[in-house]
């Protein structure tokens, strides 16, 4: 059974950090493509950044330059380093993971990605 689960979320000022990591289990972690997403109240999930099964790193414009995506295969997490935080980057933030055979694909400055997997989120809050 796939689980993933995140933690690190929280609530910082604008222009502080913080640590994201989701921990994997139920599948072969390094053959699935694993993102994160994130969700505002009102709109829709989007994927800001990627890892592919073949290790490409992808990032949404948005986030370019500020976000780091990196996964241990060792401990089975993905995690994202956010730097430079802005109001709105206020969200629900998801991990999720998509079957082998995956790939992210860019459409302008959005990332698309279909995934198979879930976790329940977590808050990240940017006062200004």
């Known amino acids: 059974q796939v689980r993933l689960l995140e933690s690190g979320g929280g609530s910082v000022q604008a222009g502080g950090s913080l640590r994201l990591s989701c921990a994997a289990s139920?599948?072969?972690?390094?053959?699935?493509?694993m993102g994160w997403f994130r969700q505002v109240p009102g709109k829709e999930r989007e994927v800001f950044a990627t890892i592919d099964s073949d290790g490409t790193v992808r990032y949404a414009d948005s986030v370019k330059g500020r976000f780091t995506i990196s996964q241990d295969g060792a401990e089975n997490t993905l995690d994202l380093q956010m730097n430079s935080l802005k109001a709105e980057d206020t969200a629900m933030y998801y991990c999720?993971?998509?079957?082998?055979?995956?790939?992210?694909?860019?459409?302008?400055?959005?990332?698309?990605?279909?995934?198979?997997?879930w976790g329940q989120g977590t808050q990240v809050t940017v006062s200004s």
């Open positions: 139920g599948y072969a972690f390094r053959s699935y493509c």
């Open positions: 999720a993971a998509a079957r082998p055979l995956c790939h992210t694909f860019v459409a302008g400055p959005r990332l698309i990605l279909r995934t198979d997997y």
